[in-house]
């Protein structure tokens, strides 16, 4: 297999055409996988006049090894091997890019692959192996003279890339270094990753956005492929016209300016783009199928794009990147792609990120887990997660990649440990611990009509934090105390439009309703941040965390504010109604708040309607300048709460939904508690109530910490009502408190608040 080294770099490329028929006839030949695999190589090396073809493929123990090869020693096929990361081909396999240099032998990842002989070869073209982007291995070509290639050589070869990612997954082709070492493709694979919700979920993997796998790759007849490829484009532009009319519709203020206009307007321009169009005819020419040719074109704009130092391009790829996948669906008749969700089977969503509405459009019945690769315990997609009960694990390199839709896997949200196509030890002990859990369940449930009291007889107030129609039964199960925090964004956010009065006053006087005697906290509209409204006009900010959000928003457009105050005076005739406001900053803020709640009030009574038996107005306390005004802020209110969540973000300089730091500070820290306390010594002395509604709420160790500290009301998501209220009832308040206070005043030596609490848990038999 030893090339002409020294008359071949002359030849000229005969081109992806010629290349292509030859792909074709090889793969129609009969013949069996390894001679197929060594006839492509062959073939490809001639067609682009390269001196060297090689094909590496994965293996199941992450290490690349060469199967054919022409122009390398011929020797070295399944001897040399390559740890993913290493050398030319191990970079191109890690990174998922194409690696394109005249010079391979002083390139900064260069490593000699022993056995090989690859020394006299200057230039290196290398294109990753992949199958709905699960990394399969990597196909590279070398030359004696140095030159960097064309565009069109690397185009050629991501197409022979494109047709051989198809051979190594058909799973014919055998490794034979390593004994007893499958390929990579659907072997079992665990990774650890963050926990970010409890609980465990067992069942098929559902893609959020499904990956379709082209698998017809040559054309039979071009006229009949560029009919087809017409169809398509016109459904795809007509669905994405439709699109935009949709979201000129939806414009509250029926105005075409935003952010969000901007970009399903540029996305309509792609759509119409004749450029694109022309690319992917120009691949039916050459051969390939409409699909094939669309992938080619999608997987050349991503190099393009990859490449451009313009920014607003770069963001633009995602843009692309989904019209090809729904050119693609189109082409394919794969509908959504999704593997059915509405059968109630169990099943599991992944995504690399996701909002926290998108994943309510899945059916709640089967949903059991969800694994991200960018979120924090306290994203909001996280907290709607953890609010429906599911197990989230975040941060888990490469699973995403290597999962397909219909896959076997099982999210550990109490280790954080994902086990993608599990064996079958690892699936049956998962069963034993449901098992487990269930008696957990069940022990919690039992404590449910149990009053949340310490040993020495201190009630703590356990309530709940929910937001949609689904939390409401979690009420009456959960035995909790009532509603601490009602988050009103949420229906907003799941909406197509801005919710109406009449609408949002009957969803009110539901969650009223549902609590019964029981109180319940409404927050007024916390969007912005992280939480956007698809049909409301924002800013583009570079900081959303610290910009036009919550009150801020409600201040500057009043009528908004107004429309949700009204229909919560209403829903909430005849009883107590309870407001408070998220992201205060001046206790001014709140001011202007209640000029606009006593105008509402009036204009109820001056239409002859009742009003609430009385109004508490509330304050949430989740900037740090909150902290140097407390005395102004608990004269003007009735009751304060602190949002953990935004107070830590914003001490700790920290953004919340950065997948980077989620683990990088704790708020069980000293400055963090000590915080926290001066805001309860406040409220005492103000003799203001006082609650806490953050998810350090929710977790058993740091509940005990807020105790310590005198908080007595605490809210939490559903699924920690019980294992709380175990916690409260094996603790002795004032055992804790002393415990406690003395940590956060540092007067117990070098051990970490973490370390303290659990040690004093472990003591006294506290279950955390
Ligand atoms: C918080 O910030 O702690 C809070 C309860 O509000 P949210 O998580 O909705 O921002
Ligand atoms: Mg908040």
């Known amino acids: 297999m030893q090339a002409d080294r020294d008359g071949v770099a002359a030849a000229a490329p005969t081109g992806p055409r010629v290349l292509l028929r030859h792909l074709r006839e090889a793969m129609a030949d009969d013949l069996g996988p390894q001679e197929r695999l060594d006839r ?124 051989l990612s198809d051979l190594v997954a058909s799973g014919q082709l055998q490794p034979l270094a390593v004994d ?103 691949g039916i020419a050459d051969g390939l199928t409409a699909e094939a040719a669309t992938e080619r074109t999608a997987q050349e704009n991503r190099n393009a794009l990859m490449r451009s130092s313009d920014s607003y391009l770069r963001e633009r790829l995602h843009d692309l990147d989904d019209l090809s996948r729904r050119l693609l669906r189109e082409l394919t008749g794969h509908g959504i792609g999704k593997i059915d969700d509405t059968d109630g089977d169990p099943f599991i969503v992944l995504a690399s990120t996701m909002g926290a509405a998108e994943l309510l459009d899945y059916q709640r019945a089967g949903l059991q887990g969800l694994v991200l690769e960018e979120a924090t315990p306290t994203s909001h997609v996280v907290i709607v997660a953890r609010a429906l009960g599911i197990a989230v694990v975040g941060a888990v390199g490469g699973i995403i990649a290597r999962a397909e839709s219909g896959d076997r896997i099982i999210v550990d949200g109490e280790t954080g440990v994902v086990h993608l196509r599990p064996l079958e030890e690892i699936a049956k002990g998962y069963d034993e611990r449901l098992v487990f859990r269930a008696e957990r369940t069940a022990r919690f449930e039992a404590l449910r009509d149990e009053p949340a009291v310490t040993r020495d007889g201190e009630p703590v107030d356990l309530l709940l934090n929910a937001g949609l129609t689904m939390d409401l039964p979690q009420i009456e199960a959960t035995g909790a105390k009532g509603i601490g925090l009602f988050r009103t964004e949420l229906q907003f956010m799941i909406a197509a439009r801005l919710p109406k009065v009449a609408e949002q006053t009957r969803f009110y006087r539901s969650v009223l309703e549902a609590a019964g005697d029981k109180p319940v906290t409404f927050r007024t509209l916390d969007i912005g941040g992280d939480k956007v409204l698809p049909y409301l006009r924002t800013l583009k900010e570079d900081n959303p965390a610290l910009g036009w959000r919550a009150i801020r928003l409600s201040i500057d457009r009043p009528g908004l504010l107004r429309m949700q105050l009204r229909a919560l005076l209403k829903a909430s005739v005849g009883r107590p109604l309870r407001v408070k406001l998220p992201m205060v900053t001046m206790v001014t803020e709140i001011d202007q708040v209640k000029v606009l709640l006593d105008r509402e009030c009036e204009a109820q009574a001056r239409f002859g309607h009742d009003l609430p038996t009385s109004i508490e107005l509330g304050a949430m306390i989740e900037v740090p300048s909150m902290l140097f005004q407390l005395d102004e802020l608990m004269e003007r209110v009735d009751f304060v709460s602190i949002g953990s969540n935004d107070l830590f973000q914003f001490m700790a300089a920290s953004d919340r939904t950065n997948s980077y730091l989620a683990n990088r500070f704790n708020p069980l820290s000293r400055p963090f508690l000590r915080a926290l306390r001066d805001i309860a010594r406040s409220a005492e002395r103000n003799e203001t109530e006082l609650q806490l509604c953050g998810e350090l709420a929710g977790e058993p160790l740091s509940a005990m910490a807020l105790m310590g500290i005198g908080y007595r009301k605490i ?13 409260v009832r094996s603790v002795e308040m004032k055992h804790l408190c002393d415990a406690v206070n003395d940590a956060v005043d540092g007067r117990m030596g070098t051990q970490t608040m973490q370390e303290m609490l659990t040690d004093y848990a472990d003591q006294h038999g506290v279950p955390v």
């Open 40 to 163: 492509i190589v062959q073939q490809i090396a001639t067609a682009l006049g390269a001196q060297v073809c090689s094909v590496y493929v994965l293996r199941a123990d992450e290490v690349l090894e060469l199967f054919a090869t022409e122009g390398l020693a011929a020797d070295a096929v399944h001897r040399a091997e390559l740890q993913v990361g290493s050398g030319l081909v191990g970079t191109i396999a890690a990174t998922g890019h194409p690696l394109n240099t005249a010079d391979a032998q002083n390139h900064p990842a260069f490593k000699y692959i022993p056995g090989t002989k690859e020394d006299s070869f200057k230039s290196f073209l290398g294109v990753p192996m992949k199958r709905g982007g699960r990394p399969l291995g990597v196909l590279a070509v070398q030359t004696v003279k140095a030159q960097s290639f064309t565009e069109e050589y690397v185009e050629a070869l991501e197409t022979a890339a494109m047709v």
């Open 180 to 282: 007893g070492v499958g390929l990579d493709a659907g072997r079992p694979l665990s990774r650890k990753g963050t926990r970010l919700a409890s609980g465990i979920g067992i069942g098929r993997a559902v893609l959020h956005e499904p990956r379709i796998v082209v698998t017809n790759f040559f054309n039979q007849d071009e006229e009949a492929e560029s009919r087809r490829l017409a169809q398509a484009i016109q459904a795809v532009r007509e669905s994405v016209d439709a699109m935009v009319l949709r979201g000129f519709d939806d414009d509250p203020e029926g105005s075409t300016e935003g952010d969000h206009m901007e970009v399903l307007e540029s996305y309509r321009m792609f759509a119409h783009d004749r450029g694109w169009v022309r690319r992917i005819e120009a």
């Open 715 to 727: 809210s939490m998501p559903p699924g920690s009502v019980g294992p709380v209220k175990e916690m």
